[in-house]
């Protein structure tokens, strides 16, 4: 759940009367979306990412067990909770849900009290669970995300352009001579000069989907979905126009008289299968080559 958005239901029961029924009890909560079968349900929750699942156990192709573990086994899925409708009182599926994943089990015919109690309850849940995540997942000094993060956002996308296809690239970015910045203005210009830098690197963002992180130390990163290795080293020089054009005067530089950056940048070939960390590992090898040539430049290579 992006905290900012409204959340979102995604009901997979292949009676309708079940979705139209609850979308005037719980439409005040969350935006409501509905399938009818367990492989539509699948795929619409890899489209719109909900924040909550509420899956019938028995479908007319698959049953709602195959359902849960299918979902589970989605890297960018697995988080979501799913909320289990049944019509058999069973033990034994009451287990088996719960074994498979689930975080709830309510047995139908739906009372309506009791469903919007426990949705309420799974989406504050869900919300403070993200909160909590997002924080561990922000650099305290720039506010923008950080390594962690970074590492989770590009397994994402890796496993996005395997299903949809597309275009990836990753750019790894390092503010040249910023020890002798340090040296020379003090570290508390040179935290000031870091989060000017994020903040423009942060505004060049254009594209849905792109996402800057503060790599480590003066390093930063953005995986840029939609950028091929055709426009990459656009991308890149864009990146560095944006840090030499904030003209933060920087005299311990024997490059350039402000503050600058060098960028290497690696894309997915396509048709070619994407490997997350060879195109770290080529991003860096490309940020070393631009800082070899001279730094303030961006080379761009093709995995």
């Known amino acids: 759940m992006d905290i900012a958005r409204e959340p979102r239901i995604l009901i997979i029961d292949d009676n309708p009367s079940v979705a139209m029924s609850l979308h005037p009890l719980l439409s005040d909560l969350a935006a409501i979306s509905a399938a009818n079968t367990g492989s539509s349900g699948i795929a619409l929750a890899g489209r719109l990412f909900p924040d909550l ?4 156990m028995q479908l007319p192709d698959m049953d709602g067990l195959a359902v849960c573990h299918h979902l589970k086994r989605d890297t960018q899925l697995a988080s ?4 289990f409708f049944t019509a058999g009182d069973s033990e034994d599926a009451e287990v088996s849900a719960l074994e498979a994943g689930a975080v709830d089990y309510i047995l139908k015919p739906l009372r309506p009290l009791i469903v ?3 949705v309420s309850t799974q989406l504050a849940l869900r919300q403070k669970t993200l909160r909590l995540e997002e924080l561990a997942n922000i650099d305290g000094l720039t506010g923008d995300f950080n390594r962690r993060y970074f590492d989770k956002v590009l397994q994402d996308e890796v496993a996005r352009r395997a299903r949809m296809g597309g275009e990836l690239s990753v750019a790894i970015i390092d503010v040249d001579h910023f020890k002798a910045y340090n040296d020379h203005l003090g570290h508390q210009e040179g935290d000031t000069c870091l989060r000017s830098v994020a903040a423009a690197l942060r505004g060049a963002m254009r ?6 992180v503060r790599y480590g130390g003066e390093e930063f990163a953005v995986v840029a979905p939609g950028v091929g290795h055709r426009n990459a080293a656009a991308f890149g020089q864009w990146l560095r126009d944006a840090v030499t054009g904030l003209h933060i005067s920087h005299p311990a530089s024997s490059v350039c008289k402000v503050v600058s950056v060098s960028v290497g940048i690696a894309s997915c070939t396509r048709g070619v299968e994407c490997d997350g960390g060879r195109l770290v590992r080529l991003a860096d ?3 070393y080559a631009a800082k070899q040539a001279g730094r303030n430049r961006c080379f761009a290579v093709e995995s």
Do not use: M
């Not at 979501?80 to 909320?83: A, D, E, G, Q």
């Not at 594209?207 to 800057?212: K, T, Y």
């Open 53 to 56: 699942i509420l899956l019938d």
């Open 80 to 83: 979501v909770p799913i909320l």
């Open 116 to 118: 919007r109690a426990r």
């Open 207 to 212: 594209r849905p989907g792109e996402v800057l």
């Open 285 to 287: 090898s490309a940020l």
